[in-house]
């Protein structure tokens, strides 16, 4: 019964749509930087230098937590006073200071970069990982055959990774039930709606129809996911 409650709910579906258009705009750039950062740092012919630095500098927003990142956004992009809308102003792309956060897709992206940002990283170093336990012998014995580093990548290093993708991917979809458009959400401003997602959904039907095991069953994943990447 408490399942088809759920199913038939307006906010239920809304929630589902907001949460699978949040989960693309930010899990395709995510993996996509996340890609080819490795294969830059594991580039057995153009080896950077430094590479411990610059793996820190992008895992560090992971360091971070979701809440401080959030609210460092909001003050970015404050209205009417705020770094993004002055600088807007400034070089003449907006004629007045606008209120992200009452748009709908502005939001939206705001929360799909917060998400990319803070997880793409994460995902580089779990790739690395990934990358580094593939035989080196295989390598050796593609370049002795004169194979490009492009060539390496796809018919070597991608087909290794699969079990890493596949990992990636279900920890993204399972990290992206987690509600952080909440200090997005101004008074008296209607997009909240657009960007809430499963987990504020569980919530807000279990408030309003004193749902138990049902919610809870559905979305017991949710509970992990500070522990896995968006």
């Given at each position: 019964k408490n399942f088809i409650a759920v199913l038939k709910a307006p906010t239920f579906r809304k929630s589902l749509g907001n949460t699978i258009i949040l989960w693309i705009a930010n899990f395709i750039p995510q993996i996509s930087l996340a890609l080819l950062l490795t294969a830059w740092f594991t580039s057995k012919r153009d080896e950077l230098r430094g590479q411990g630095f610059f793996?820190?500098?992008?895992?560090?927003?992971?360091i971070?937590?979701?809440a401080s990142i959030a609210i460092l956004f909001k003050a970015l992009f404050a209205y009417p006073v705020g770094p993004v809308n002055s600088l807007l102003v400034k070089?003449?792309?907006a004629s007045e200071a606008v209120n992200f956060t009452t748009k709908v897709?502005?939001?939206r992206g705001i929360i799909a970069f917060i998400q990319f940002w803070m997880w793409y990283g994460n995902t580089m170093i779990v790739l690395i990982s990934g990358v580094l336990g593939i035989n080196p012998d295989l390598y050796e014995a593609a370049e002795l055959d004169g194979a490009s580093s492009s060539q390496m990548f796809w018919k070597i290093t991608m087909p290794?990774?699969?079990?890493?993708l596949l990992y990636t991917l279900i920890t993204s979809m399972i990290g992206g039930l987690s509600p952080h458009w909440?200090?997005?959400?101004?008074?008296?401003?209607?997009?909240h709606e657009q960007v809430e997602k499963l987990q504020l959904c569980q919530?807000?039907?279990?408030?309003?129809?004193?749902?138990?095991?049902?919610?809870s069953d559905l979305l017991v994943l949710s509970d992990h996911q500070h522990h896995h990447p968006w």
């Open positions: 793996k820190v500098v992008f895992y560090m927003p992971n971070i937590t979701a070089l003449g792309l897709w502005p939001t290794n990774l699969k079990t890493i909440l200090v997005f959400k101004d008074k008296g401003a209607h997009t919530i807000r039907l279990s408030v309003q129809h004193s749902f138990r095991g049902g919610i």
